[in-house]
C-alpha cells in the first residue's frame, strides 16, 4: 500500500459525522437567547476552544478583509470570556483574523466596535464544532484538539462523542493522539503524516521516543512505512494474545510492575502488547509452582519449570525421558470409560456440545488419575516433573 493510500484511507476515517438536528437547536437556542452585545477590537483573542486550529489560507483572509473593508462585518463574532476579561472568539476566527488585518493596515484602530454574542465557555466548543463542520469537513488535526479541549473540561469521550456525533471508541482514539508530540502533531496538521501513522506513533507514550522513532525510520524508509514505525516502537514486546501472556494473566502480569501497551487504534478491542523479558520470567515463575505443587501432592524427588519442555537430542546427556508407563485403572474406571465414551459419540452426533464437554471431562479426570497412578513411589523417590509452557501436560524424567 502506498503512502498516498494511507493518506487516503486515514482522512476517509477521520471526516466529521452530520451535525444532528439536536445539536444545531442547542446551537440556535443559545444565540438567540444571548443579546447582541459590542466590544473594542482590542478585546478579542481567538479561543483556545475554536475548533479550527489550521491555519486560514492569506488569500482567505486578504479577501475577508477586502469585503469588511468595502461593505463592514455582516455577521457577528461568537466569543466567551476568559477570566483575565478578555473574551475568546470560538466562531469567527477567520473573521477576527481580517479585522487584526485591517488593523495592523491602520485602516481599523483598537477600540473600533465589533458586534458579538456572548456563550458559556461550554456552549463555545460546541458552537465551534457545529459552525466548523457545517462548513468543511475537520482535519484530524483539528477534531484532536477539540476533542482535547473538551477532555480537559471534565467531559467523557462519550459525551463528547454524543456531542459532536461521533462514535466513543473514535473520540478515545483521538484523544489519545492528542499525546502526540507536538512537533508531529504540527506535521499531521501539514498534511506530512497521516493519522494512520501517527497512530503507531502514538503506542509509544513518551513524546522524545515518538519523535526519535520517527526521524530513526525517516532517514532508513522516507515513505515511513507503519509496519517500521511499529517494530521500533514493540521490538522487545509481544502481543497480549501470545500465549505466554494468556497464561500468565493480566492481573499478575500487572501487579508484577507490568505495562500493557495499549493499542485503541487496532480493529480488535483489547489489542496491544507486553513486556518479552518480565512475561517469560513470570511464565517460568509460574510454571515452577505448578511442578513444585505436583511434586509435593505426588511425591516426586524434584520438579522444574522451564519455558520448553526437555528434549532427548538437546538435554539427553543431564536427563532420561521415562515413557509413561501404562495407566493404571481401579474399580470399574475401564468400564466408566466405555460409558463415557459412547456418550461423548452421541452427543457429538446429536450436536449436544454441553453433553460432551461433561463426558470429556470425566474421563480426562479418570485417565489422569490412572496415569499418575502408574507411577510408582520407588520411581518417584529417584525422579522429578517439569513443567514447560510447550507441551500440554507436565512430563516426568529421572536424572540421568
Same mark, same amino acid.
Given at each position: ?12 476515517? %477521520?471526516? &466529521? *459525522? ?9 446551537? *440556535? ?15 478579542? $483573542? ?57 488593523? +495592523? ?14 456563550? %458559556? ?5 460546541? $458552537? ?9 469537513? @475537520?482535519?484530524?488535526?483539528? !477534531? ?11 467531559? %467523557?469521550?462519550? !459525551? ?16 489519545? /493522539? ?6 508531529? /502533531? ?10 494512520? !501513522? ?13 519523535? #526519535?522513532?520517527?526521524?530513526? =525510520? ?5 515513505? /515511513? ?15 497480549? #494474545? ?17 505495562? =500493557? ?6 480493529? !480488535? ?7 518479552? $523479558?518480565?512475561?517469560? *520470567? /513470570? ?20 520438579? @522444574? ?16 525421558? %521415562?515413557?509413561?508407563?501404562?495407566? =493404571? ?9 466405555? $460409558? ?28 489422569? &488419575? ?12 529417584? +525422579? ?15 536424572? &540421568?
Amino acid at each position: 500500500m502506498s503512502v498516498e493510500d494511507l493518506k487516503s484511507k486515514a482522512v476517509k476515517n %477521520t471526516r &466529521a *459525522k452530520k451535525v444532528t438536528d439536536a445539536q444545531q437547536a442547542a446551537v *440556535k437556542s443559545a444565540l438567540e437567547a444571548a443579546p447582541l452585545e459590542h466590544a473594542p477590537l482590542s478585546a478579542f $483573542v481567538v479561543s483556545p476552544l475554536n475548533a479550527r486550529t489550521i491555519p486560514y489560507s492569506a488569500e482567505s483572509v486578504e479577501s475577508l478583509a477586502a469585503t469588511i473593508k468595502s461593505v463592514g462585518l455582516l455577521q457577528n463574532l461568537v466569543a466567551h470570556a476568559l477570566p483575565d476579561g478578555q473574551l475568546a472568539v470560538a466562531a469567527g476566527g477567520r473573521r477576527l483574523t481580517a479585522l487584526n488585518l485591517l488593523l +495592523s493596515q491602520q485602516f481599523l484602530t483598537p477600540d473600533h466596535p465589533v458586534p458579538f454574542k456572548r456563550v %458559556t465557555g461550554d456552549m463555545a466548543a460546541l $458552537v465551534s464544532y457545529v459552525e466548523n463542520a457545517q462548513r468543511s469537513d @475537520m482535519h484530524a488535526a483539528e !477534531q484532536i484538539a477539540s476533542f482535547g479541549t473538551q477532555a480537559a473540561q471534565g467531559k %467523557t469521550a462519550e !459525551q463528547i462523542g454524543a456531542e459532536v456525533g461521533y462514535s466513543t471508541r473514535h473520540v478515545q482514539r483521538m484523544l489519545k /493522539l492528542a499525546n502526540l508530540a507536538p512537533s508531529l /502533531l504540527k506535521l499531521l496538521a501539514d498534511d506530512h503524516l497521516t493519522v494512520e !501513522q501517527c497512530q503507531v506513533l502514538c503506542l509509544e507514550d513518551d513524546q522524545e521516543r515518538q519523535v #526519535s522513532v520517527y526521524e530513526s =525510520v525517516k532517514a532508513g524508509w522516507p515513505e /515511513l512505512p507503519v509496519s517500521m514505525l511499529k517494530k521500533q516502537i514493540t521490538d522487545k514486546e509481544i502481543s497480549v #494474545s501470545d500465549r505466554r501472556f494468556l497464561f500468565v494473566g493480566r492481573e499478575a502480569y500487572e501487579n508484577a510492575g507490568g505495562v =500493557v501497551r495499549e493499542d485503541l487504534f487496532s480493529q !480488535q478491542d483489547g489489542d496491544g502488547t507486553a513486556d518479552t $523479558v518480565l512475561l517469560e *520470567k /513470570l511464565t517460568v515463575q509460574k510454571l515452577e509452582a505448578m511442578a513444585q505443587e505436583i511434586q509435593a501432592q505426588e511425591g516426586w524427588k524434584w520438579s @522444574m519449570g522451564r519455558m520448553k519442555s526437555l528434549w532427548m537430542h538437546r538435554d539427553g546427556l543431564e536427563y532420561r525421558l %521415562t515413557d509413561a508407563p501404562e495407566p =493404571v485403572y481401579i474399580n470399574d474406571e475401564e468400564q466408566r470409560l466405555t $460409558v463415557l465414551y459412547e456418550k461423548g459419540d452421541a452427543c457429538a452426533e446429536g450436536g449436544d456440545d454441553d453433553g460432551y464437554s461433561d463426558a470429556e471431562r470425566e474421563w480426562e479426570a479418570i485417565e489422569k &488419575a490412572a496415569q499418575i497412578r502408574a507411577w510408582t513411589p520407588d520411581f518417584r523417590a529417584t +525422579s522429578g516433573v517439569v513443567g514447560a509452557l510447550t507441551v500440554t501436560a507436565i512430563s516426568a524424567y529421572s536424572a &540421568a
